[in-house]
């Protein structure tokens, strides 16, 4: 028998942290049912993880690369993951607006529990026949190649470092809704941009060079700054931003190299919108701004601490 695919290996990896959400739902949908209340907060990040991570990444490397090598060998292989997969966006698509409501709808908790059984079918279907087929029937170069695809299609997706962003967040949802087995009445109030943003960033001035954001970037270990003017935020500049006027930093100011009018997050906003601000602009921070002022910047790392303490 054919030994096991490096590819199908990172699937059952996927598959084991969404089983990991699952059932952590199971919690809230039996509270849901018992009549106890259910705070928004943990259903529209189980949502989030299911867009961001099931959709846009797990499922596309099926679609994308292992169901075509399976089509070569049987045209029956992947034809019901194919539709089950379609049937999951459809459930999502009507799920997202639902999910942030206050309080929770009945159709949010109705949706939630056909997804979720859809997809508990789904994966425990993958890991029993489907999977074990693709390794029966997969070479070493197809193996390869698969590899090196997921990592294309987890960058385009998420950008970098944000697949271990996402695997953070599914694991805070699971926790979140353990947590909730025996709470009267949900988990604490979720922790805001003020209590992990970084305070007193080191910033640059408008007029300051290219050549001195160099140096300070270098210093800091950082790729992008703030830029400030007095005690505003007028722009934030990127190592991607200065590359174009590369040869002529030094005669370069950095008011014409900065992204002006940057998006920033107050400082009330919830975690969970700051991640999901950073996965999906590809930001690797953001600005925390109250009238105007600079407060403080959040980086990807941040967010990733807080959700791994329970954030």
């Not at 950008?159 to 353990?178: S, T, W």
């Not at 930093?249 to 400082?267: D, G, H, I, Q």
């Amino acid at each position: 028998m054919m030994g096991t695919r490096a590819c199908c290996d990172r699937l059952r990896r996927e598959h084991a942290l969404i089983e990991e959400v699952l059932r952590g739902l199971d919690v809230l949908t039996q509270r849901w049912r018992d009549g106890s209340p259910v705070p928004p907060p943990p259903i529209s990040g189980a949502v989030a993880f299911f867009s961001a991570f099931v959709d846009r990444c797990h499922e596309r490397k099926e679609e994308e690369v292992l169901f075509p090598i399976l089509d070569a060998h049987s045209a029956d292989a992947p034809r019901t993951s194919r539709a089950e997969h379609r049937e999951g966006r459809r459930l999502l698509g009507k799920l997202r607006p639902l999910s942030g409501e206050r309080p929770l709808a009945g159709e949010a908790f109705a949706l939630l529990d056909t997804y979720v059984e859809l997809l508990r079918r789904h994966l425990a279907s993958e890991d029993a026949e489907l999977l074990p087929f693709a390794e029966r029937v997969m070479s070493a170069e197809d193996d390869a190649r698969a590899e090196r695809t997921f990592d294309r299609i987890e960058k385009r997706a998420v950008g970098d470092g944000g697949l271990a962003l996402l695997v953070a967040l599914g694991g805070a949802v699971a926790q979140a809704c353990r947590t909730m087995a025996d709470a009267p009445t949900g988990p604490p109030p979720e922790m805001m941009a003020r209590e992990i943003m970084r305070p007193g960033p080191r910033t640059v001035a408008p007029d300051e060079s290219l050549a001195r954001a160099a140096e300070l970037m270098e210093t800091l270990g950082t790729r992008e700054l703030p830029v400030v003017k007095g005690c505003g935020l007028v722009g934030v500049l990127t190592r991607t931003d200065m590359e174009p006027h590369r040869g002529h930093w030094e005669w370069t100011a950095v008011r014409t190299a900065m992204t002006s009018n940057p998006v920033t997050v107050p400082p009330e906003a919830p975690i969970r919108t700051v991640a999901r601000l950073l996965l999906d602009r590809k930001f690797n921070s953001v600005p925390v701004v109250a009238g105007g002022e600079l407060l403080g910047m959040i980086a990807r790392s941040d967010v990733l601490a807080a959700l791994a303490d329970g954030g």
